[in-house]
């Protein structure tokens, strides 16, 4: 008996939580004391179901409370618009006409939730619940971001959709190629990680768009690609004469490289990131401590939308198969110069790859590890040696593309980057 109602009266909670939120909206069609018994509702219609049976008297209930909230919508949307409504109007504003969609589908799921608080495990019940709260309490902030994007960006999301609900699943799951050194799925994974941290970049940088800072372009730079970012800003730099607000740039996307590799290489072998982490935070932190440096050394002067173009989307099609060809190439030569040639030829192949591309050689590294050919302090060595490579890059980039002053700008922290990289090299 007891756990009965202590199972009913979870499923009034669910509802009282999700109608709690519908109640913040004068004209929704249903409030906290409907959610309630909607939640109620379903808890009682769970404990008339016999045990191991469907519980069809549940599916009905939650069939009705849909049904009701479609009606409710119809009528609220029928009635004569309120005074508040008809002065948003006048203001160019479209007033918020609930048609009942969203509350009868929530109350579906409230009058479903609280079946399952019943019949099934309780936390996820709760759980469930406090995705659905959010999801309508997050209404008006995401038709907010919806409406920032543009072609462009939606274009990019539905191409991510295709590279991993559409390309993937159909990809072979097993060792191909040269050295059966290369799994088509496992492969294409890794590349649909490298563009999701990239395409999160890619719309958070798009949807500030001019309103983005110095300290926002370059962390978001980052994430999208730090050395397009660098190129970017050292150009500029040259053409603008901006050159503390470059260097800001710069070593700010520098910065989010090695927090980048976390990620990566924590999906791809966490026993590695367990010995890298230490040296990859300690360049983060240097890197990023140099940027702010340059920042505020620019007395506060706002980027502008000169310093850096648009992002490129980083999920064109062409740029996902591109990095994946990248990887099936390094993970070739990386499993032909550990068989045939030993440890010291694979660190040459991490620095020459080092020099375009450091998400390619970490990865493939990582996956060496999981697959017993390579312990993980080589791997980590290996990442750190393609990291002093690459840094070296951009620097040489700041000196070329830019100029000499910005080069002397960025070299302190970029410097220090490269140092603690070698050390950390050495101490694993």
């Given amino acids: 008996m007891q756990p009965d109602l202590i199972a009913l009266g979870l499923a009034l909670g669910v509802g009282l939580l999700v109608g709690f939120e519908r109640e913040r909206h004068a004209d929704t069609v249903a409030g906290v004391r409907t959610f309630g018994l909607a ?10 179901t016999p045990t191991g049976a469907t519980p069809w008297t549940l599916l009905a209930m939650a069939s009705v409370a849909g049904i009701a909230g479609v009606a409710g919508g119809v009528v609220v949307a029928r009635r004569p618009m309120r005074l508040g409504e008809e002065r948003s109007q006048e203001q160019g504003r479209e007033p918020f006409r609930d048609l009942g969609l969203t509350t009868a589908f929530a109350l579906i799921a409230t009058t479903l939730l609280g079946g399952y608080a019943v019949l099934g495990d309780r936390s996820i019940a709760v759980a469930a619940a406090g995705v659905l709260f959010l999801l309508l309490y997050i209404r008006d902030p995401l038709h907010a971001m919806i409406r920032r994007l543009g072609q462009e960006d939606v274009r990019a999301i539905a191409t991510f959709v295709l590279i991993t609900l559409v390309i993937l ?3 072979p799951d097993r060792a191909l190629g040269p050295l059966d050194a290369v799994n088509p799925r496992g492969a294409w994974m890794l ?3 490298v563009v999701a941290i990239s395409l999160a970049g890619y719309l958070a940088q798009t949807m500030l768009g001019t309103r983005a800072g110095t300290l926002t372009t370059g962390l978001f730079g980052g994430m999208v690609s730090s050395t397009a970012a660098t190129v970017g800003a050292a150009r500029r730099s040259r053409d603008d004469g901006e050159m ?4 800001a740039v710069m070593l700010l996307s520098c910065g989010m490289l090695p927090l980048r590799l ?3 290489v924590w999906a791809a072998a966490p026993a590695v990131v367990a010995v890298l982490w230490p040296s990859l935070a300690t360049i983060a932190v240097v890197t990023l401590i140099g940027g702010l440096r340059s920042l505020k050394r620019a007395n506060g002067r706002a980027l502008g939308a000169r310093v850096l173009p648009k992002p490129k989307n980083p999920t064109q099609l062409g740029s996902a ?20 040639a030993g440890t010291g030829a694979f660190l040459v192949v ?3 790859s080092g020099v375009s591309d450091m998400d390619a050689i970490a990865l493939s590294a990582g996956r060496e590890t999981v697959e017993g050919l390579m312990s993980p302090q080589l791997a980590a060595r290996a990442t750190l040696l393609a990291l002093v490579v690459n840094t070296v890059f951009k620097l040489g980039v700041a000196r070329v593309l830019g100029s000499s002053a910005l080069m002397r700008e960025v070299l302190p922290a970029l410097g220090a980057a490269i140092v603690a990289a070698l050390v950390g090299m050495w101490l694993v």
């Fill in 321 to 340: 198969i591109a990095f994946a060809g990248v990887f099936v190439v390094v993970r070739i030569a990386t499993k032909a110069t550990l068989e045939y």
């Fill in 39 to 48: 939640g109620l509702t379903g808890g009682l219609s769970a404990l008339l």
């Fill in 350 to 352: 991490a620095a020459v």
């Fill in 262 to 264: 976390i990620v990566l």
């Fill in 191 to 193: 590349v649909v990680l």
């Fill in 169 to 171: 699943p159909v990809l």
């Fill in 244 to 247: 503390l607000l470059a260097a």
